[in-house]
């Protein structure tokens, strides 16, 4: 999958809890990453719900706003400026109450998030 979605454009990715080995290693648990004059960072997992703003704040401490996974749960949280996003997810909902995706938009150095519900 991976591969396919290379031959579509530019894939900045990092592993998540149940990849293969094979992309474990090819892929890196964080990523930094600068765009139009913010920096965004990404991980999978952010551990848990308690005091994640100020953990994701800490490992990343650059950063204008971190995106993660893992939970399936769209959320999207904003403190001093510092914004963590779930975009939730595309094929297992889980708790969530409906499948959904995230878009990401940068504009004069500023990142704006929004949930898109796929049902």
Do not use: C, K, W, Y
């Not at 939970?71 to 779930?86: A, C, K, V």
Request: no cysteine; net charge neutral; glycine share 10%.
């Amino acid at each position: 999958m991976l591969a396919e979605l290379r031959r579509l454009g530019p894939v900045e990715a990092v592993h998540g809890n149940v990849d293969s080995a094979e992309l474990r290693h090819e892929l890196p648990e964080t990523l930094s990453l600068e765009l139009g004059g913010t920096v965004l960072g990404v991980i999978h997992d952010a551990g848990p719900v308690r005091g994640r703003l100020e953990r994701l704040r800490t490992r990343f401490p650059d950063a204008d706003a971190v995106v993660f996974g893992h939970s399936h749960m769209p959320l999207h949280e904003e403190r001093d400026g510092f914004q963590i996003f779930n975009p939730g997810s595309p094929t297992q909902r889980r708790r969530a109450p409906r499948r959904s995706i995230g878009e990401a938009t940068v504009r004069v150095g500023r990142i704006t998030f929004r949930h898109l519900p796929l049902e």
